[in-house]
């Protein structure tokens, strides 16, 4: 790794980011498998749909687990939005739609990562909760499960959808950005380029940590 990088996440942040990813991708395979007629070769592969049930459930908890830590480590930046300033990157689309001159500044997530977290926060606990009802259908009123299916499918649908957003933004949508998630260290560039305002608040907070420099106003055996 060479000097000059700057810590973007911890190793905590990326080891949920990439259990919630990883089994959010299951599930939505799993899932098609158990839906649609023409992917029940997913089950046979599995070794039948009733394997493919016990992955879906309980890749399930696992979901649910990593949620939970997504939502209490992430909710307070990503998942309120700051305004007046979230607004003005709204109004030009951040840029990612059409060309602009001066896109407006965000912070350590912009209000595309934040709709992304608030769909997959939101959806997330609908297809835990309906999901836990689907799993024993029999303890409940037929009319309850029923619709339970209809917002499961529905969440399904949400998810997906901007579940391949994030990947082509995270990837050739925004070059650098995998980065973040995979080493946990971005360069000063294109930290400037997509999040200045955090790259400012971090310097005058004294919280950038620079590899291969020591933190400002730290002394010997301060940890990590």
Known sequence: MRKG????????ERIVHWCLAISCLILCITGLGMMFQSFNFIGTLMGGLKSLKYVHNFTGIFFAVSL?????????????????????WIKVAGG?????DKVPEAGKYNVGQKAFFLVVAGFGIIMILTGLIMWSPLSFPAWLVRWMFVFHALGFVAIFAFFFIHLYLGTVGSPGSVDAMLTGWVTRAWLKKQHPKWLREMEE????????EEKPGAGHGHGH
Do not use: C, Q
């Not at 990088?5 to 905590?12: P, V």
């Not at 907070?205 to 291969?212: A, I, P, R, S, W």
């Open 68 to 88: 939970f830590f997504t939502i209490r480590m992430w909710w307070r930046e990503a998942g309120v939005l700051d305004l007046p300033d979230d607004w003005e």
């Open 205 to 212: 907070n004294g919280t950038l940590e620079v590899f291969g």
């Open 5 to 12: 990088l700057i810590k973007a996440t911890d190793s905590f």
């Open 96 to 100: 990612y739609l059409w060309h602009v």
